[in-house]
């Protein structure tokens, strides 16, 4: 079946400007993820959703950040007035969420690129 | 503190051998789960193997084979008969009562024909 589809791939924007990425998740599975990788580095958690809960934003790195989703399907990351530190490739993940192990699928991620 | 900690920034493997890369963990949740991923140049996470903190028995998936250390807090991967298309990058994660994966800063392993 169809696995996690991020677009777009590649986004360079100017310092300053709002940037909108968009994660679809591998069909059924209830919980997404989104998650930082700068260069040459682990992957950090930002955003969880999980249904119809509330999600948690713990690791939103500033109010810059925001995240939505519509149900059990596509999710959208905006980052507002954008920075040169956002400079990253952001990776969505999904996974059925229930029972162990919960394994999370990744998108191939989108390469940000602030100038 | 680092919840995981890979400590092999980069290694190189002759082709057809094994290689083992480091993974220790700190957590004081007694319920907690073991994730390998592999990030290619193509940049997806590609899952490999998992590894319940309750499991008796050490996970094998194909090639790969987890060697869990409770005591020691380690969850080495073991990657035997290494083929060219291995060369990646390797992440070690955790997670533990939540939902959330805490990565290591990941080994680079490059094969050799």
């Known amino acids: 079946g169809a696995g996690v589809s991020q677009s777009p791939s590649n986004k360079v924007t100017e310092k300053g400007k709002d940037v909108e990425l968009r994660c679809d998740p591998i069909s059924g599975h209830t919980a997404l993820y989104w998650y930082r990788q700068r260069l040459g580095q682990g992957l950090e958690f930002l955003i969880y959703?999980?249904?119809?809960?509330?999600?948690?934003k713990s690791g939103l790195p500033s109010d810059r950040f925001s995240a939505e989703r519509t149900g059990e399907s596509v999710s959208t990351l905006t980052i507002q007035r954008t920075q040169q530190e956002d400079s990253a490739v952001y990776l969505c993940?999904?996974?059925?969420?229930?029972?162990?192990?919960?394994?999370?699928?990744f998108g191939p991620g989108t390469r940000l690129t602030v100038l | 503190a680092q919840k995981i900690t890979q400590t092999q920034p980069g290694m190189f493997v002759q082709e057809k051998e094994a290689v083992t890369l480091d993974c220790t963990y700190d957590?004081?949740?007694?319920?907690?789960?073991l994730f390998w991923y592999k990030q290619p140049s193509s940049g997806e996470m590609i899952f490999l193997i998992y590894?319940?903190?309750?499991?008796?028995q050490n996970a094998t998936e194909g090639r790969y084979s987890l060697n869990f250390q409770k005591a020691r807090k380690s969850a080495n991967l073991v990657i035997s008969a290494s083929q060219l298309g291995d060369s990646a990058m390797y992440f070690c994660a955790m997670r533990e009562n939540d939902y959330k994966l805490s990565f290591g800063a990941g080994t680079t392993v490059t094969v050799r024909a």
């Open positions: 993940a999904s996974s059925l969420s229930g029972g162990e192990p919960d394994t999370q699928y």
């Open positions: 959703f999980q249904g119809n809960s509330a999600p948690d």
């Open positions: 590894q319940g903190s309750y499991d008796q």
């Open positions: 957590t004081s949740d007694p319920s907690y789960g």
